[in-house]
């Protein structure tokens, strides 16, 4: 039994020493704080008590259409609709915001579906729009969707774009993803926050990170990967993040999708594996939907990386609904 004592005390050894580095690290960080000046175009409004980052692209041609609502997804900002945006504003309003918690948004807890919610519908509420189209990307969908089931007249109907709405991963529909045992301990401070400062530091992991999930097309350059990595420079930024991070995954139920009376469009990437062809066919069935478009060879991010691939696909769905 000594080489499980020996063990014992080597495994504590070097969890002190990763523990003491996190926050000699963190403590360093905050004496010598990188800090990203980029433009943000758009304002600050009240929406249902949280200071929201909105951005409006007026029609260029206004024909009367439902204004549409962008919604981003897990550690996105409205940045990943800046290249997509004016092309769908060809003839409606469009808007997109930074949900709570991410972006330039306040960081307003709590950071759960409802809560959501709530802040999308106050949303809607400031900016006196009249039944918007509402298009949520990757885990943007399950705010959509949510608003969708809980107050209908809302809105004209929505575009699930990389995101079934779910809070599950691909066939096992049992549990949510995300949240508690590992993930919870790699999220706590000291550790956590100290992997994420030391990446958000540097432009080459998060290079790395959107080259993979966006394709060829995209945005690399400093000033491209800065706008990313701005709000999680911030003050707090890291904090929400690994606080959204703790929880299980936001999302409706399948039954509670199949319970939608909102028309709803679905738009998939060929590439993308977090949302492939199978997860669009089981979502169109749910959500009783013949509104599925595919970008073929396209993946997660191919609104910031093909925008006018995008645009082309979802155009005609957001044309039949409102």
Not at 21 to 36: C, E, H, I, M, N
Not at 108 to 129: C, E, F, K, R
Not at 219 to 230: E, F, H
Request: net charge neutral; aromatic share 6%.
């Amino acid at each position: 039994m000594r080489w499980l004592r020996r063990a014992g005390i080597a495994l504590v050894t070097v969890v002190v020493v990763v523990l003491a580095a996190s926050g000699l690290y963190l403590a360093w960080d905050d004496l010598a704080p990188v800090r990203v000046a980029v433009q943000v175009p758009g304002a600050t409004v009240d929406a249902a008590g949280v200071p929201t980052h909105v951005e409006h692209w007026p029609a260029l041609r206004p024909s009367g259409k439902a204004p549409l609502v962008l919604v981003p997804g897990f550690a996105e900002s409205t940045y990943v609709f800046s290249r997509l945006a004016p092309r769908l504003a060809a003839d409606r309003d469009v808007y997109a915001y930074d949900v709570r918690g991410y972006g330039f948004t306040a960081h307003v807890p709590p950071y759960d579906l409802a809560a959501d919610t709530d802040q999308l519908a106050g949303l809607i509420s400031a900016l006196h729009l009249t039944r918007p189209v509402v298009l949520g990307h990757s885990l943007g969908a399950a705010i959509a969707l949510s608003l969708a089931l809980r107050d209908p007249a809302a809105v004209s109907g929505v575009v699930a774009a990389n995101g079934d709405g779910t809070p599950y991963f691909g066939a096992d529909r049992s549990s949510a993803g995300g949240g508690g045992g590992l993930r919870t301990i790699l999220t706590l401070p000291p550790l956590g926050p100290a992997v994420v400062t030391a990446i958000v530091r540097h432009r080459g992991p998060v290079r790395s990170l959107v080259e993979n999930q966006c394709g060829p097309g995209c945005p690399v350059d400093d000033a491209a990967i800065d706008r990313w990595r701005a709000p999680f420079l911030a003050p707090g930024g890291v904090t929400a993040l690994l606080a959204i991070a703790r929880q299980p995954l936001i999302g409706l139920t399948d039954d509670e999708e199949r319970r939608l009376r909102v028309p709803v469009a679905i738009v998939f990437s060929e590439l993308d594996t977090s949302f492939d062809r199978d997860d669009a066919a089981a979502m169109a069935e749910r959500v009783r939907t013949p509104l599925v478009a595919e970008l073929p060879g396209a993946r997660h991010l191919a609104l910031l990386g093909e925008p006018d691939r995008f645009q082309a696909a979802v155009t005609p769905l957001l044309d039949r609904l409102g």
